[in-house]
């Protein structure tokens, strides 16, 4: 996907971009790629592909939402930054916080914020679970992308999520997963509201949106140890 053709495609999703927004995109793919070949951030290096399958990617997250009327969204398992940073680009009224368990990846999370010049979001070292049982009912959305089977996902993120607000996975393939994740939600006081199930232009590869609705505070005794949900 070249850079007009990423333009197009976004314009699509109903995302305007701006000048000054395709330039920190540009800056973003040249910190990605610096600072892969000093950790494993990506497997995806070339520029076409890391647009298509990381920075569109990303921003199909709002096939599910309208974007107005969003203001706190927490992207739990960050990692090389997708779909947090790309949303904080697209989205400069958002205010974003990136979880990663990984310091290393923090440190780089920190680090291309700074270099973009992006306000409002903020990278935590924290694993999901301990982050869940203190920040209860925080956010508009609460998302993760490609992180963990869809079932320990609701555990750990529900939680975070405002009363009738959303958690909205961001998987491929998801069948099976969400046969084994429907028993939890009404312990979770939640929801599936819709799925919304679609191709990646181009390449035509599928990809799911579960968007979740919190219906009610969630038990205190949720989110367990991750050792405890995996059992």
Same mark, same amino acid.
Request: net charge positive; aromatic share 8%; hydrophobic share 40%.
């Given at each position: 996907?070249?850079?007009q053709e990423?333009?197009?495609?976004?314009?699509?999703?109903?995302i305007h971009?701006?000048?000054?927004? !395709?330039?920190?995109? /540009?800056?973003?793919?040249?910190? +990605?790629?610096?600072?892969?070949?000093?950790? #494993? =951030?990506?497997? &995806? @290096?070339?520029?076409?592909?890391?647009?298509?399958?990381?920075?569109?990617?990303?921003?199909?997250?709002?096939?599910?939402?309208?974007?107005?009327?969003?203001?706190?969204?927490?992207?739990?398992?960050?990692?090389?930054?997708?779909?947090?940073?790309?949303?904080?680009?697209?989205?400069?009224?958002?205010?974003?916080?990136? !979880?990663?368990?990984? /310091?290393?990846?923090?440190?780089? +999370?920190?680090?291309?914020?700074?270099?973009? #010049? =992006?306000?409002? &979001? @903020?990278?935590?070292?924290?694993?999901?679970?301990?982050?869940?049982?203190?920040?209860?009912?925080?956010?508009?959305?609460?998302?993760?992308?490609?992180?963990?089977?869809?079932?320990?996902?609701?555990?750990?993120?529900?939680?975070?999520?405002?009363?009738?607000?959303?958690?909205?996975?961001?998987?491929?393939?998801?069948?099976?997963?969400?046969? /084994?994740?429907?028993?939890?939600?009404?312990?979770?006081?939640?929801?599936?509201?819709?799925?919304?199930?679609?191709?990646?232009?181009?390449?035509?590869?599928?990809?799911?949106?579960?968007?979740?609705?919190?219906?009610?505070?969630?038990?205190?005794?949720?989110?367990?140890?991750?050792?405890?949900?995996?059992?």
């Amino acid at each position: 996907m070249k850079e007009q053709e990423f333009v197009e495609e976004v314009e699509k999703l109903g995302i305007h971009l701006t000048q000054n927004q !395709l330039q920190k995109f /540009e800056e973003f793919y040249q910190i +990605l790629i610096q600072e892969n070949e000093k950790m #494993n =951030l990506t497997r &995806i @290096t070339q520029k076409e592909e890391v647009y298509l399958k990381h920075f569109y990617d990303s921003l199909t997250l709002v096939k599910v939402l309208n974007p107005s009327q969003i203001k706190t969204v927490c992207d739990v398992g960050s990692g090389a930054g997708f779909p947090g940073i790309v949303l904080k680009i697209a989205f400069p009224d958002w205010q974003i916080t990136l !979880l990663d368990a990984r /310091e290393k990846r923090v440190n780089y +999370l920190k680090n291309t914020i700074q270099q973009l #010049n =992006l306000q409002g &979001i @903020t990278a935590i070292h924290t694993r999901a679970e301990d982050y869940a049982k203190k920040e209860r009912e925080k956010f508009d959305i609460v998302t993760a992308r490609a992180v963990a089977n869809l079932k320990v996902l609701e555990e750990l993120c529900i939680p975070m999520v405002k009363i009738h607000g959303y958690f909205i996975a961001m998987k491929s393939n998801v069948e099976e997963e969400l046969k /084994e994740s429907k028993s939890m939600l009404k312990e979770l006081k939640s929801k599936i509201v819709e799925i919304k199930e679609f191709y990646l232009p181009m390449e035509n590869s599928k990809r799911s949106l579960i968007k979740i609705e919190k219906q009610e505070i969630t038990p205190i005794k949720y989110p367990r140890s991750i050792e405890k949900i995996k059992k």
